[in-house]
């Protein structure tokens, strides 16, 4: 089943294993069980420590357990996990084999200290061609194998579609907890322990609060907030970062291919190499956790205070907002369903994976007329949809757009959904606002670009921010209240690109030094 060159590279992580289990299969007399059976025993034999077993008796064929002696693990994969859940499976054995997790010593603790009230048993629906659902399913594989009152199961939405209908599920990862539905989306090992361990609030404001001051501190781990901390690290100062979800918009962009230097990457292996690049300095690195307010120094030099929504509070000499942007929704049914598969909101990074398909562009605006102009070079086709009677773009970008052979423009048409088939964007309804008609166009792919919202809203007045929402800043990085410097798609620097952000976070972060070597500090 694997290929000699995948069979070579498992044959030397099973080297790693140091602690004997059993694989426990329950098959069938079906094709999917035959290959489920096949790549079982290819692993078994790989290793002493494995035994396989195809007698069991679960509920769900074909499926396989992972156990100890100890009897004290319950993981379960109904799934032939390859795909892009492959390594997933290569974790799981090297875990339940004895190899160390590469995850901070405290949070493998917590996972370890949890005492629910019940037994928690997940239950994850994912793909195997998704890319958000292996962080899923490695973080609950890690709490099922080291704390026995956790229970996981894995399931291939593929192989079970009864339970995916029965459930009415509409989108990979989705997580069920004792029966009911818990989230779905990507999440960290992070956001799910603190869901479930209900004393941890309390515990990290405690410790939060007890860190002392930084000389830097950066709030938000998108490109813009890692290159800051990174700048500001190498200078030898005190640098935090705070973060709620490490690598932001990035995490949701399937490729990047104009970075210099990266001729090509996705942007969830991106955001853990940006990760990986500031864990090599001296960075205190907070994550899971989301700012609810920022108090200004007193007087320049003095302490900015930084309150957290768990209300822990941290301290700094200088602050960086890096909190980038959203994109605005359409809020139609579909959106959710389809984004990555489909729905995109970036036709610079997206756009070359939709060469010779049609799509559609929703808004008339500059930034969707230039999507439009930039895509019609890559797709087949591109219909651009404007709810007003007229394109609100430059004339000089409409005279571009119409120009196009390969582009339709319908005005006064209001998005009504987003349809999809297979998993996968398939079409795009509308209502003419002038007849009332409903239209449907057949397509692969719409790019929605009716503007960015950046995540300023939680600043209130502490600084100067446009009409839009961005934080004006100077030529430095530098805001409207002293020691606080802003980078990124939350500022009013134009295009907002990874490339644009990671150089104004370096900016920001020299531009924070400079004031902290030219600022006394208050006394």
Same mark, same amino acid.
């Given at each position: 089943m694997l290929d000699k060159d995948i069979s070579a590279q498992l044959q030397q992580y099973m080297g790693m294993l140091r602690r004997p289990f059993t694989l426990t299969a329950t098959l069938g007399s079906d094709a999917k069980s035959a290959e489920l059976r096949e790549l079982l025993e290819q692993v078994a034999g790989m290793s002493a420590h494995i035994t396989l077993r195809t007698d069991g008796s679960d509920a769900r064929a074909p499926s396989f357990a992972l156990t100890r002696p100890d009897g004290q693990q319950h993981l379960r994969f109904a799934a032939i996990p390859l795909g892009h859940e492959f390594t997933s499976l290569v974790l799981a054995l090297l875990w339940t084999g004895g190899h160390p997790p590469k995850v901070a010593e405290d949070t493998l603790a917590q996972i370890k200290a949890l005492e629910p009230a019940q037994d928690l048993n997940f239950e994850v629906y994912m793909s195997l061609s998704c890319h958000n659902c292996p962080d899923v399913v490695q973080a609950l594989s890690l709490m099922a194998i080291f704390n026995p009152r956790v229970r996981v199961t894995v399931i291939d939405g593929a192989l079970f579609p009864q339970e995916i209908e029965a459930r009415e599920i509409m989108g990979v990862p989705a997580v069920y907890l004792n029966g009911q539905f818990f989230a779905s989306g990507r999440m960290t090992l992070e956001e799910i322990l603190q869901k479930v361990d209900t004393g941890a609030a309390a515990r990290d404001a405690g410790k939060l609060s007890s860190k002392a001051p930084f000389d830097v501190l950066v709030i938000g781990g998108g490109p813009a907030g890692a290159t800051a901390a990174i700048y500001a690290a190498r200078k030898g100062i005190r640098t935090g970062l705070v973060a709620e979800r490490f690598g932001g918009q990035v995490n949701d962009t399937m490729e990047i291919a104009n970075y210099p230097g990266v001729p090509e990457t996705n942007g969830p292996a991106w955001a853990a190499q940006l990760e990986q690049h500031v864990r090599n300095y001296e960075v205190d690195l907070i994550s899971a956790q989301r700012v609810a307010e920022?108090?200004?120094?007193?007087?320049?030099?003095?302490?900015?205070?930084?309150?957290?929504?768990?209300?822990?509070?941290?301290?700094?000499?200088?602050?960086?907002?890096?909190?980038?942007?959203?994109?605005?929704?359409?809020?139609?049914?579909?959106?959710?369903?389809?984004?990555?598969?489909?729905?995109?909101?970036?036709?610079?990074?997206?756009?070359?994976?939709?060469?010779?398909?049609?799509?559609?562009?929703?808004?008339?605006?500059?930034?969707?007329?230039?999507?439009?102009?930039?895509?019609?070079?890559?797709?087949?086709?591109?219909?651009?949809?404007?709810?007003?009677?007229?394109?609100?773009?430059?004339?000089? *970008? @409409?005279?571009?757009? #119409?120009? &196009?052979?390969? /582009?339709?423009? !319908?005005?006064?048409?209001?998005?009504?959904? %987003?349809?999809?088939?297979?998993?996968?964007?398939?079409?795009?309804?509308?209502?003419?606002?002038?007849?009332?008609?409903?239209?449907?166009?057949?397509?692969?792919?719409?790019?929605?670009?009716?503007? *960015? @919202?950046?995540?300023? #809203?939680? &600043?209130?007045? /502490?600084?100067? !921010?446009?009409?839009?929402?961005?934080?004006? %800043?100077?030529?430095?990085?530098?805001?409207?209240?002293?020691?606080?410097?802003?980078?990124?798609?939350?500022?009013?620097?134009?295009?907002?690109?990874?490339?644009?952000?990671?150089?104004?976070?370096?900016?920001?972060?020299?531009?924070?030094?400079?004031?902290?070597?030219?600022?006394?500090?208050?006394?």
């Amino acid at each position: 089943m694997l290929d000699k060159d995948i069979s070579a590279q498992l044959q030397q992580y099973m080297g790693m294993l140091r602690r004997p289990f059993t694989l426990t299969a329950t098959l069938g007399s079906d094709a999917k069980s035959a290959e489920l059976r096949e790549l079982l025993e290819q692993v078994a034999g790989m290793s002493a420590h494995i035994t396989l077993r195809t007698d069991g008796s679960d509920a769900r064929a074909p499926s396989f357990a992972l156990t100890r002696p100890d009897g004290q693990q319950h993981l379960r994969f109904a799934a032939i996990p390859l795909g892009h859940e492959f390594t997933s499976l290569v974790l799981a054995l090297l875990w339940t084999g004895g190899h160390p997790p590469k995850v901070a010593e405290d949070t493998l603790a917590q996972i370890k200290a949890l005492e629910p009230a019940q037994d928690l048993n997940f239950e994850v629906y994912m793909s195997l061609s998704c890319h958000n659902c292996p962080d899923v399913v490695q973080a609950l594989s890690l709490m099922a194998i080291f704390n026995p009152r956790v229970r996981v199961t894995v399931i291939d939405g593929a192989l079970f579609p009864q339970e995916i209908e029965a459930r009415e599920i509409m989108g990979v990862p989705a997580v069920y907890l004792n029966g009911q539905f818990f989230a779905s989306g990507r999440m960290t090992l992070e956001e799910i322990l603190q869901k479930v361990d209900t004393g941890a609030a309390a515990r990290d404001a405690g410790k939060l609060s007890s860190k002392a001051p930084f000389d830097v501190l950066v709030i938000g781990g998108g490109p813009a907030g890692a290159t800051a901390a990174i700048y500001a690290a190498r200078k030898g100062i005190r640098t935090g970062l705070v973060a709620e979800r490490f690598g932001g918009q990035v995490n949701d962009t399937m490729e990047i291919a104009n970075y210099p230097g990266v001729p090509e990457t996705n942007g969830p292996a991106w955001a853990a190499q940006l990760e990986q690049h500031v864990r090599n300095y001296e960075v205190d690195l907070i994550s899971a956790q989301r700012v609810a307010e920022v108090i200004p120094a007193a007087q320049p030099g003095g302490l900015i205070t930084v309150r957290l929504e768990n209300g822990g509070t941290l301290q700094s000499r200088t602050l960086i907002v890096a909190t980038g942007a959203r994109w605005r929704n359409v809020n139609v049914p579909g959106e959710q369903e389809y984004k990555t598969k489909g729905v995109a909101y970036c036709p610079h990074c997206d756009g070359p994976l939709f060469k010779g398909k049609d799509v559609a562009v929703i808004g008339g605006g500059n930034s969707g007329v230039e999507a439009a102009i930039d895509l019609a070079g890559v797709v087949r086709h591109v219909t651009v949809l404007e709810y007003n009677p007229d394109l609100k773009a430059d004339a000089v *970008l @409409v005279s571009k757009l #119409e120009s &196009l052979p390969n /582009v339709t423009i !319908r005005t006064h048409a209001q998005t009504t959904e %987003i349809t999809g088939s297979q998993g996968k964007v398939s079409g795009l309804s509308f209502k003419n606002r002038d007849s009332g008609a409903s239209e449907h166009v057949a397509l692969q792919g719409v790019f929605v670009q009716i503007g *960015l @919202v950046p995540n300023t #809203e939680w &600043l209130g007045s /502490v600084v100067q !921010r446009n009409p839009m929402g961005e934080i004006v %800043i100077d030529a430095k990085g530098a805001t409207s209240a002293p020691g606080i410097f802003a980078a990124g798609d939350c500022t009013t620097v134009p295009y907002k690109q990874i490339v644009v952000s990671a150089g104004e976070g370096a900016k920001a972060a020299l531009g924070a030094f400079d004031y902290l070597i030219r600022t006394p500090a208050a006394q």
